[in-house]
């Protein structure tokens, strides 16, 4: 069982604050909250003690509060060390869910919070990054035999669990939530468009119109975030590599180019590839003064910031999540959140609307892996076409929008071959 002293908040005296924003965005959450009242009634996760390493916002606060009321035993941790809402944290503490996670806590308190959560013995991991499973995998493995399986929220984690499974080391299964049609195309897009705009913004209060945007990595995140800078009346500039994604960004209507080129001309760069030192010290070195630098993607390694730091004569924080570097040649860049993803760490994420699919997919997913324990692979599997199609029709529905379905004549047509002209 939970001890209640199994956790670590910046200040439990927050809570009241923490459980009114929790509340506000159930509001916005109407297909977690139909899952919710069934959990309530069928207790799918009777008993099952749960390890979450997410970013503890208030969605996963209504994440973790769905799957304690499906009868789970459920321990959070956070996935980010900048994204943590501190009222949050000590609200989920007050409703008996033990939060480790302090907003800018440091590397080694970080792990500290992961491995208190995996201390909780999971049978269900979920993570975001896939920290806690590596963390698992490495240094506890000798929990690993109580483990059913888990899920993984983000592209970073996917990628990474992918290699491990490649490598053979992955040594449970694992659904990779991020690749539900109703996650990447809403919350990686329309989320991350949307609440990057906002992270810069509430960090910076620049005025977007005029300005020219450099979008590093055209995915998902970067389509979104394209597509709302221009929207604010933006010049956008795209960087990719992959040449599909970079010939989609030219016929969306915006530039393309190297990113050595478009360093010379951006106001604003903006990483979201999950990859590294995208920005890196060349790029640095031709940048206008003044330029704006900010991350989005899940780690704090898409701008080079040893570079930066290489490069730069002094540092000074200007606003919160705002440092200006004064390098050598006397121009200023100013590095946004640390290189952290800006989304959570200047503002609050991504809106509830769009974390009901995504953390909808979470919580069936956890379900089918209770369902099934014992029947699934040390694998990473997609979720379950019957949940993502699930989890549209029941957004759709709760936004009071019927749509029409195929007729028995058309579904036999669309599954022959016999008929041409
Ligand atoms: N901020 C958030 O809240 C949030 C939300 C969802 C995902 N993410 C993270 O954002 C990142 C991107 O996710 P996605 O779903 O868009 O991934 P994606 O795979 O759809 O897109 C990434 C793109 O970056 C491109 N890329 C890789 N290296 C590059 C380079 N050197 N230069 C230019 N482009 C490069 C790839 O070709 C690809 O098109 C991941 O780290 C993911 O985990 C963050």
């Not at 009868?71 to 501190?86: E, F, H, K, R």
């Not at 308190?109 to 049978?123: D, G, M, S």
């Not at 590294?276 to 701008?303: P, T, Y």
């Not at 959140?337 to 956890?366: K, T, W």
Request: glycine share 8%; charged share 25%.
């Amino acid at each position: 069982m939970i001890s209640t002293k199994n956790y670590d908040i910046k200040d439990p005296t927050l809570a009241s604050a923490g459980k009114l924003r929790i509340e506000w965005a159930y509001r916005e959450m109407p297909v977690v909250k139909l899952i919710r009242q069934r959990f309530s009634t069928e207790k799918p996760l009777k008993g099952v003690r749960i390890s979450a390493c997410l970013h503890v916002t208030t969605e996963t606060a209504n994440l973790a509060l769905t799957l304690k009321e499906g009868g789970a035993d459920v321990i959070v941790c956070a996935s980010n060390p900048l994204s943590t809402q501190d009222d949050v944290a000590a609200a989920l503490v007050e409703y008996g869910i033990p939060a480790n996670a302090i907003k800018g806590e440091d590397e080694k308190t970080y792990y500290k919070h992961i491995n208190t959560a995996l201390a909780h013995e999971p049978q269900l991991t979920v993570d975001d990054g896939a920290d806690l499973v590596t963390t698992l995998h490495t240094k506890r493995s000798d929990l690993i035999s109580n483990v059913i399986g888990g899920t993984e929220e983000t592209t970073t984690g996917v990628i990474r669990l992918r290699s491990m499974e490649k490598a053979g080391k992955l040594r449970y299964p694992l659904i990779a939530v991020n690749d539900a049609q109703t996650k990447y195309l809403f919350d990686n897009r329309y989320g991350t468009g949307q609440s990057t705009i906002d992270g810069v913004t509430r960090a910076t209060n620049i005025l977007w119109a005029g300005k020219k945007v450099v979008v590093c990595g055209y995915g998902w995140c970067g389509h979104g975030i394209a597509l709302r800078a221009k929207g604010l009346g933006s010049q956008v500039i795209i960087a990719e590599v992959e040449p599909v994604r970079a010939l989609e960004a030219v016929m969306d209507g915006y530039q393309v180019m190297p990113l050595l080129e478009a360093a010379r001309v951006g106001d604003i760069f903006i990483t979201s590839t999950g990859d590294k030192s995208i920005i890196d010290k060349a790029h640095l070195q031709v940048m206008k003064d003044g330029a704006i630098l900010a991350n989005s993607g899940h780690f704090n390694v898409e701008i080079n910031i040893p570079a930066l730091e290489s490069l730069a004569d002094s540092k000074r924080r200007v606003r919160p999540f705002v440092d200006e570097y004064t390098l050598s040649d006397g121009r200023h860049l100013y590095l946004l959140g640390e290189g952290r993803l800006i989304n959570l760490a200047a503002a609050e994420g991504h809106p509830a609307s769009v974390m009901d699919m995504s953390f909808a997919n979470q919580a069936l997913c956890l379900e089918y892996m209770v369902k099934n324990s014992g029947r699934l692979k040390p694998k990473v599997y997609s979720v379950p076409e019957e949940i993502d199609k699930q989890v549209a029709r029941l957004k759709l529905s709760s936004m009071g929008i019927n749509i029409d379905s195929l007729s028995p004549e058309q579904k036999e047509y669309l599954t022959s071959w016999e008929q041409g002209t």
